[in-house]
T-cell receptor
Framework: DTGVSQDPRHKITKRGQNVTFRCDPI?????LYWYRQTLGQGPEFLTY????????KSRLLSDRFSAERPKGSFSTLEIQRTEQGDSAMYLC???????????FGPGTRLTVL | GESVGLHLPTLSVQEGDNSIINCAYS??????FIWYKQESGKGPQFIID?????DKRQGQRVTVLLNKTVKHLSLQIAATQPGDSAVYFC?????????FGTGTSLTVIP
């Protein structure tokens, strides 16, 4: 257990529905990252926060995706109008500082039917 | 049938043997590298890291070697155990960006 938690661990939804995932980082970490991982691939960067500020977003993050970290602690990732191609593991990680080692949560596995 | 998308390099070793997992990175400006272990259904777990000003770093049963000339990273696991069976990823860090390789699936044969 790295200290990063994610909820839910599994989510099955129908195409077109909205889903929201939550990540609770290690408490003293001010950086929080979201990744997407598909079967047989390494994690792909989506976005990251420094405290409550979202500093960078990948081109993978389409307009249907939005992430927030309102108080600089937990973060949410919302996917609107889900598509089958959104099916993946969504990983959250946190770190103390720029370029520091990232500690990952267990992930949320999303299945879009 | 064959699983589409599963093209992980694989490595099988006998329990007790040493394992070497290799990774080629792309950006010569990357200054920090991490090896992660990922077991099925879990998030990646930190194993060991190395800065670009070093060429070798040792941990408990693991050693990371960095060859900046050919942009190559390796992870050596000594006396491999069944619990080492997992997918291993190298990550190269450039500034604020983490880039993960495809991963290598290690299977330890008892």
């Amino acid at each position: 257990d790295t200290g990063v938690s994610q909820d839910p661990r599994h989510k099955i939804t129908k195409r077109g529905q909205n889903v929201t995932f939550r990540c609770d980082p290690i408490s003293e970490h001010n950086r929080l990252y979201w990744y997407r991982q598909t079967l047989g691939q390494g994690p792909e960067f989506l976005t990251y926060f420094q405290n409550e500020a979202q500093l960078e977003k990948s081109r993978l993050l389409s307009d249907r995706f939005s992430a927030e970290r309102p108080k600089g602690s937990f973060s949410t990732l919302e996917i609107q109008r889900t598509e089958q191609g959104d099916s993946a593991m969504y990983l959250c990680a946190s770190s103390r500082s720029t370029g520091g080692k990232q500690f990952f949560g267990p992930g949320t596995r999303l299945t879009v039917l | 049938g064959e699983s589409v998308g599963l093209h992980l390099p694989t490595l099988s070793v006998q329990e007790g043997d040493n394992s070497i997992i290799n990774c080629a990175y792309s950006n010569s400006a990357s200054d920090y590298f991490i090896w992660y272990k990922q077991e099925s259904g879990k998030g990646p777990q930190f194993i060991i890291d190395i800065r670009s000003n070093m060429d070798k770093r040792q941990g408990q049963r693991v050693t990371v070697l960095l060859n900046k000339t050919v942009k190559h990273l390796s992870l050596q696991i000594a006396a491999t155990q069944p619990g080492d069976s997992a997918v291993y990823f190298c990550a190269e860090i450039t500034g604020n960006q983490f880039y993960f390789g495809t991963g290598t699936s290690l299977t330890v044969i008892p």
